[in-house]
């Protein structure tokens, strides 16, 4: 089954997109798409937990709270993730998330994928907002 999220801030995106990982990482690949720089999508075939050919045993992106180092397991290299970027996550097993924020859908070069993905994003935010005035929450 297929999950929809809508982070309310980056932080709570990069902290998610950590936590699914590391729930349902069983050290087999996993599929991730993100928001590249230049708009176009990525999908890698990862794994994490790889260490091979790491200089000091210690990915470059340790120190950088958005990023998180996997192995392209189609590419055979090591990658870096932006996780304010992610859109999607599938572990196989029906584990799969789609991440639905505007600021990710508007960085997306391609209008047939970035419209109809901020509008999703703004109706599961409207939906949000319904639920919570109807529970007072």
């Known amino acids: 089954m297929t999950q929809l999220i809508l982070p309310a ?17 069983n050290g087999k690949q996993f599929t991730v798409v993100n928001v590249k720089a230049d708009g176009s999508l990525r999908e890698y075939r990862a794994m994490t ?9 210690r990915p470059t992106t340790a120190d950088k ?3 998180i180092t996997v192995f392209d397991t189609v590419a055979n290299q090591y990658r870096a993730v932006n996780l304010d970027t992610v859109l999607f996550l ?3 097993a029906g584990a799969s998330f789609i991440f639905t924020d ?4 508007q960085k997306i070069k391609d209008k ?6 901020q ?7 409207t939906a949000l907002n319904v639920i919570k005035k109807s529970l007072d929450i």
């Not at 801030?9 to 990482?25: F, G, N, W």
């Not at 790889?50 to 000091?56: E, S």
Request: aromatic share 4%; net charge positive; proline share 4%.
């Open 65 to 67: 709270p958005n990023l």
């Open 90 to 92: 599938d572990f196989g």
């Open 9 to 25: 801030t980056l932080l709570e995106k990069q902290a998610r997109v950590r936590q699914l990982i590391a729930q349902y990482d």
């Open 49 to 57: 937990g790889v260490n091979a050919g790491l200089k000091g045993n």
């Open 119 to 125: 509008t999703a994003a703004q109706i599961a935010a």
């Open 102 to 105: 505007v600021s990710t859908a």
């Open 112 to 117: 047939s994928v970035s419209v109809p993905l």
